[in-house]
């Protein structure tokens, strides 16, 4: 066991909107961990990962990726060892297949962004392990939603990285589609060591299929533990019970009351 | 297993077939006008071995400058394109179609308007420093307009974008006539009568001020193509992947400029040739990675303006045929067939 990540004390949200989203979080976690991220929504899951990628600076404390500060690294360091998916759905005007895929590379390219033989055959392996070749020479706006979803780890699989952050990448797939994204991630952190962070809304398989959970309980609160852990001591009903549903224990699953 | 040496083939084949065809179409236009010559004879004068003097000023004094304009502002107007549309995030944008072009027409006409209300020193001073000021004030008008638009293009949808664009483009014209049609009647007739587009009208001692900004913007716009490809994907992709996402903008926004002040001072509204140069570019090179889009837009702009100026150079009986005309029997149809067809517009309709 490494330790890959290191939140110290942190809070995140937006400066001068009063009420941090998140509050003095501290966790560890350690290399080819598959941790999923779940909470109901506003309970602030993107603004930590967007935190954890140093796309927005925390309030208070801090990230560390192997012992060093993620907001105080050099933005093209970042770009080395941090990938990010994202769900924001944007058309991207003539890009193929290949050029998203490649850009996962862009970290790691001279100043012209030339592409070396290495770097092709990162990009062509990554494509494989997302189980994306067959869409290689298409137009990537013409891909559906699942297959673009693939593109797009294959480009961050191909950035190498040593943490992978996905936000609710899996919302727009069906049940076959989920569980297939979620296992070839969960063999991208057992094989190559990549820590993945994933945000779900899907509950019942992200506790079946994580390694370790991240639960936000809506308060400005986040547990971390196993599944089994968090579920016998009942904070995933906490965090998400309402008067119409209640998480039952034994069944792992929701039921209405 | 590795399929990357036909990608750098396939780039390397096109450029070199469009250079070609471009040396061919600079041959042919520098023998042929109202004077026939022979190419071995355009040649020779070129290389300064012919002994006709006549034939020697027609094609170093009289084409040479002529086609060298219509090389570089092609140029400069395709690499442009590719820029605005990364920039904007848009297939349909170029300096023309955004209205970047009419508003360099109308900062150099309020330049014009200025200086002839200001009284004859201040008009004068304006005359012998033609070069520099009208690009000045091109740059000036260019920078606004592609600034107001790019805040525009954050509210509205890309087609949108390009309509406004045009409206802005009609509104800047029609000012620009107004303020000139009483610039002239203040003695100011000085940079009156260029509402239409023309490569023939640098006069040679200009070139530098062409040539000059040009050279600075493909130079940045080199310098920006490897972080400009990750923006397509979006904002926070670029920035996930080390981009400084406003220092980009701002770099790339400055290229443009630097890429179009010049054309549309000294040229006037060249239509159509930055909006479908970079397209024809992306099917040349089956990728829409930016360094390998650049010199083929560039190449296929310079191609297509020098294409149009050819055709208005024919030895026609009467002169009423204009750059833009041409241009736009080429580029419009084929905008129509992009904005109907073309993948790169997929999603946006």
């Known amino acids: ?257 | 297993m590795n399929d990357h040496a036909p990608r750098v083939t396939r780039l390397l084949a096109s450029s070199f077939a469009l250079a070609l065809a471009l040396l061919a179409l600079a041959l042919y236009a520098l023998a042929f006008g109202q004077i026939s010559l022979s190419v071995p004879d355009a040649v020779a004068a070129l290389l300064g071995t012919h002994t006709d003097a006549m034939t020697t000023q027609i094609v170093v004094e009289i084409r040479l400058p002529r086609v060298g304009t219509a090389i570089l502002a092609g140029g400069a107007l395709g690499i442009a394109g590719v820029l605005m549309q990364a920039l904007f995030r848009n297939p349909v944008a170029d300096a023309w179609s955004l209205g970047l072009l009419a508003g360099g027409q109308f900062g150099v006409a309020l330049t014009v308007a200025a200086a002839a209300f200001a009284g004859p020193a201040a008009l004068s001073f304006l005359t012998v420093f033609a070069g520099p000021s009208i690009t000045v004030a091109a740059a000036a008008g260019v920078s606004l307009t592609a600034v107001f638009m790019l805040g525009l293009g954050r509210r509205i949808g890309a087609i949108t974008l390009l309509v406004v664009g045009l409206m802005l483009g009609f509104t800047a014209q029609g000012l620009t006539s107004v303020l000139l049609h009483f610039a002239a009647r203040a003695g100011g007739r000085v940079y009156g009568g260029w509402s239409d587009a023309s490569f023939a009208g640098v006069a040679p001692e200009n070139l530098p001020w062409l040539a000059a900004p040009i050279g600075v913007g493909v130079v940045l716009a080199i310098a920006t193509a490897k972080p400009l490809t990750s923006l397509l994907l979006g904002e926070a992709y670029a920035r996930s992947l080390g981009v400084r996402v406003p220092a980009l903008r701002r770099l790339a926004l400055t290229a443009t400029v630097m890429l179009v002040a010049p054309v549309v001072a000294f040229c006037g509204p060249v239509s159509f040739v930055g909006l479908i140069a970079p397209h024809f570019a992306r099917a040349l090179a089956g990728s829409a990675r930016i360094p390998a889009l650049l010199p083929l837009a560039a190449l296929g702009g310079a191609l297509l303006a020098l294409a149009g100026d050819a055709i208005v150079h024919q030895p026609w009986e009467q002169h009423f045929l204009h750059l833009n005309a041409i241009l736009a029997i080429l580029g419009a149809p084929t905008v129509i067939l992009i904005l109907v067809f073309s993948p790169a517009v997929r999603g946006w309709r």
Not at chain 1, 210 to 223: E, K, M, P, Y
Not at chain 1, 228 to 250: K, M, Y
């Open chain 1, 1 to 257: 066991m490494a330790l890959m990540l290191r939140l110290d004390d942190l809070s995140v949200g937006y400066p001068g909107a009063g009420q941090p989203v998140l509050a003095g979080v501290s966790l560890e976690s350690q290399r080819g961990d598959f941790i999923c991220i779940v909470g109901r929504n506003g309970a602030g899951k993107s603004t930590l990962m967007r935190t954890i990628a140093g796309l927005q600076v925390p309030l208070a404390g801090s990230v560390a990726l192997e012992g060093e500060d993620i907001a105080a690294m050099h933005p093209a360091v970042r770009a080395r060892r941090i990938a990010v998916v994202l769900t924001e759905r944007r058309f991207s005007p003539g890009l193929k297949v290949e050029d998203v895929v490649s850009l996962g590379r862009q970290p790691f390219t001279n100043w012209r962004g030339r592409l070396t033989d290495d770097d092709w055959r990162i990009a062509d392996d990554a494509l494989k392990q997302a189980g994306a070749s067959a869409f290689s020479g298409r137009y990537f706006d013409d891909l559906s939603d699942g297959e673009r979803q693939r593109v797009l780890i294959a480009r961050a699989i191909a950035q190498t990285p040593s943490v992978m952050i996905l936000d609710e990448i899996t919302a727009f797939l069906d049940l076959p589609g989920r569980v297939e994204i979620m296992s070839l991630l969960r063999r991208q952190a057992r094989e190559e060591g990549t820590c993945v962070l994933l945000s779900s809304h899907d509950l019942d398989l992200s506790l079946e299929l994580a390694d370790r959970i991240w639960l936000l309980d809506g308060s400005g609160g986040l547990a971390e533990g196993r599944a089994e852990a968090l579920i016998a001591a009942g904070r995933i009903g906490r965090a998400f019970d309402t008067d119409e549903v209640v998480f039952s224990n034994d069944r792992k699953r929701f039921e209405l009351r």
